[in-house]
């Protein structure tokens, strides 16, 4: 047995985590499916050349339009960042874990799931799956989450199992992405990557082929990054969240050192600003055009948000007037677009 799978047979018998629990063998499906992979500091297309990604978020649960994919891959999107939440505090009819359901994903949730997967994987669109959880997190400081409740760590662990057999072969699944922005009380960095490396055994107990992608602790705090770099792994894509503030540039070379040093890729899961803010187009086209300069992948937050304030986030946001329809912020739009295709 190689070291490799040495470590990734030890995280699946972790305690406490996955015992118990019976993951499918390995199985890299249809030898013709194409897959991203990583090779040093680049992400790699199947062909092996390397591929910047550049898209949006869809990351307002069951916001997106079918005509979304064909528009964001007009406009030069390469990529789509799309979301699960499952045990969190948001907006009613979001929270998609239901603990009797397979997956312990309630079925509704599941349908609009593979609906928003479909879409995006028949326009070639590469996939980044993420699966949310405010309480799991330990977002607001909340004290039961998932280094506390060994429970629910367990359930968190069977509905990435739920997940990756599920999409595993689903042409442009891209990457999954663990869990974003951990902040347990009192976990230190080594804390969260630990529960990032038992994560990752348990995906690659069942495909070892799609990348995964982890975060720093702090809420992805880009200060962080050096604290998230693990080597149970081979394919890992690095990320850190980007919203952007006073000094648009502070984060830029942290990343790009992180990025030398470990020789791993970074790729910015969550770039944005609130559209009222100072200076906020001049702001959002500098960090670009750094992220451009300096080869950085990124996803814009957001494409569509459910609020009706056109000063926050969000390419579209609702017609106060009318709960049905959208309003699209075309300066926004051409701003972001012309990035995406660089």
């Known amino acids: 047995m190689t070291r490799y799978r040495r470590v990734l047979a030890g995280l699946l018998m972790s305690a406490g985590l996955v015992a118990g629990l019976a993951p499918a063998s390995a199985d890299p499906g249809p030898a013709a499916l194409g897959r991203l ?96 959880s405010d309480y799991g997190q330990g977002a607001g400081g909340r004290p039961d989450n998932f280094w506390t409740n060994p429970e629910k760590k367990r359930e968190f662990a069977e509905v990435w199992q739920f997940l990756v057999r599920r999409y595993k072969s689903t042409a442009y699944m891209g990457a999954f992405e663990i869990l974003p922005e951990p902040k347990p009380i009192g976990v230190d960095d080594a804390g969260v990557r630990a529960f990032y490396d038992e994560m990752i055994g348990v995906i690659r107990g069942i495909d070892r082929r799609t990348p995964v992608v982890v975060g720093p602790n702090d809420n992805y705090n880009c200060g962080h990054l050096a604290g998230a770099y693990t080597t149970v792994d081979p394919k890992v894509i690095y990320t850190c ?43 959002a086209r500098t960090v670009l055009r750094a992220f451009e300069d300096n080869n950085i992948g990124w996803a814009w937050w957001t494409y569509r948000i459910v609020g009706t304030n056109p000063n926050t986030h969000g390419i579209y946001y609702r017609d106060p ?22």
């Open 241 to 283: 969240n980007y919203f952007i503030f006073d000094k648009p540039l502070n984060r830029i070379p942290g990343i790009v050192d992180f990025r030398n040093t470990h020789h791993a890729p970074v790729w910015i899961n969550q770039v944005g600003i609130e559209s009222g803010d100072t200076d906020a187009k001049l702001k």
């Open 37 to 132: 992979s990583v090779s040093g500091a680049d992400i790699v297309d199947p062909a092996g050349h390397p591929i910047v990604l550049r898209g949006y978020n869809w990351g307002q649960w069951g916001t997106v339009q079918p005509q979304d994919p064909g528009d964001n891959v007009a406009a030069g999107a390469n990529s789509v960042r799309i979301p699960l939440r499952w045990w969190g505090e948001w907006k009613d009819g979001v929270d998609s874990r239901d603990p009797d359901a397979p997956g312990h994903i309630s079925p509704a949730h599941l349908a609009t799931l593979d609906q928003t997967v479909a879409w995006a994987s028949s326009h070639h669109m590469w996939i980044t799956l993420f699966v949310d």
């Open 321 to 342: 007037s009318d709960p049905n329809a959208w309003i699209v912020k075309a300066d926004w739009l051409a701003l972001v677009n012309g990035f995406l295709a660089a």
